[in-house]
């Protein structure tokens, strides 16, 4: 089923569509026909484009638009349709969406069941409930958001801005839940900054070291006083900033050879007290005492969306339809929120997160209902239309 008519198709239909499309990152093709399918009959324009060249693209993007009234806001869903590889060792077919019994109630398994098309199908089936005097809604949906997101989001961001539509409040369908479906929204994420770490030294035996210059030495030494770093001891939002090597590589096949260089990787993730250019120029002059250099690769800010009315309204949606009180929260890793920000106020939420990623990705079916409802009800609060 790699299309159909959202007019007539209930929310696991929607998801079951978009699962059974194959669209390992970056995402192109079949996942954005059925994704199409899905919007036109609801009344949305739909704008597609493909952005980039190899080794990060190309990349299908998709924006899509119902205009309400003049003047009237304008509420956006984000997200993504690629998902990453499903590796091996599913019980059944990962792109062959398949729906069991358990005891809790029905799942819904396959590839992307909750990272994330069940949240588009839930955004979808939202959208078909919302009526267009309400005001605007857009669709903001990239196929490379688990990939290097060069030619995703941050293209779809130019296309919105070219084209004048620049949304009030985004909401991100990232699975952000952890016990139950409710229990945490994200007001915002840690910056994360990869750093590539080099020492040069001269190649020897290593029975006369006198004749040599060792990197290993140096680039040990190095790595120990990057990890003695305190960089903060968090905030009133974020936890504390950490660092972490995360690759040494020598390649050094000879036992009696002292190498010519030696190279390290470090990731950082870090709150708002903090910049990537910032955290890459105090590890580059670290580097440098150590006789080595450092080559930073920024993969977003640290951002925060404060609490206020969009979260307010947000947490009072979650709680109608659930009765939970969800938490608002910083933490986990990064996602285009990290974009989004830069356009109007965002928060992420959607699906519980236990098996994003993993063998076996499912959803309870209860939830793919109850996140619909509440996505109806947020975004018609924003848009000011009330229940």
Request: glycine residues 10%; proline residues 6%; hydrophobic residues 45%.
């Amino acid at each position: 089923m790699s299309q159909i008519a959202s007019a007539a198709a209930s929310v696991i239909d929607l998801a079951q569509a978009l699962i059974a499309c194959p669209s390992v990152t970056p995402a192109q093709g079949l996942v954005f026909d059925c994704l199409e399918a899905q919007l036109a009959p609801l009344g949305f324009a739909v704008t597609r484009f493909v952005r980039g060249e190899a080794p990060d693209g190309p990349v299908e993007n998709l924006y899509a638009v119902r205009r309400g009234p003049e003047g009237s806001r304008h509420f956006a869903f984000a997200g993504h349709v690629d998902v990453v590889p499903p590796g091996d060792g599913w019980t059944s077919a990962p792109f062959a969406p398949e729906v069991r019994s358990a005891p809790g109630g029905d799942l819904l398994y396959g590839r992307g069941a909750v990272d994330m098309k069940g949240s588009i199908a839930a955004m979808i089936a939202a959208a078909r409930e919302i009526p267009a005097e309400a005001g605007t809604l857009s669709f903001i949906i990239t196929g490379d958001e688990e990939g290097p997101a060069r030619y995703g989001t941050v293209a779809l961001i130019e296309h919105m801005r070219e084209a004048g539509e620049v949304p009030d409040v985004i909401v991100v369908g990232e699975p952000t839940s952890v016990n139950r479906l409710g229990d945490m929204m994200k007001i915002g994420r840690r910056g994360s900054v990869n750093i590539f770490l080099t020492v040069e030294g001269v190649q020897g035996h290593v029975a006369y070291p006198h004749l040599a210059d060792n990197p290993i030495t140096k680039l040990v030494a190095m790595l120990a006083e990057l990890k003695a770093l305190a960089l903060d001891d968090g905030t009133d939002w974020f936890q504390p900033s950490n660092l972490e090597v995360t690759d040494l590589t020598v390649g050094n096949p000879a036992h009696n050879v002292i190498p010519a260089r030696a190279e390290a990787r470090i990731s950082i993730r870090f709150n708002d007290t903090h910049t990537g250019a910032g955290l890459a120029e105090r590890v580059s002059a670290i580097a440098a005492k150590h006789g080595g250099t450092a080559r930073a690769l920024i993969s977003g800010e640290a951002f925060l969306t404060p609490p206020g009315p969009f979260s307010t309204l947000l947490a009072e949606a979650i709680r109608a339809e659930t009765g939970i009180d969800p938490e608002l929260s910083t933490s986990g890793g990064t996602s285009d929120a990290r974009f989004l920000k830069d356009v109007a106020p965002v928060i992420e939420f959607g699906l519980c997160n236990a098996t994003m990623h993993k063998r076996d990705e499912a959803v309870a079916v209860d939830d793919l209902d109850l996140l619909a409802r509440i996505y109806r009800r947020a975004a018609l609060a924003a848009l000011g239309a009330g229940q």
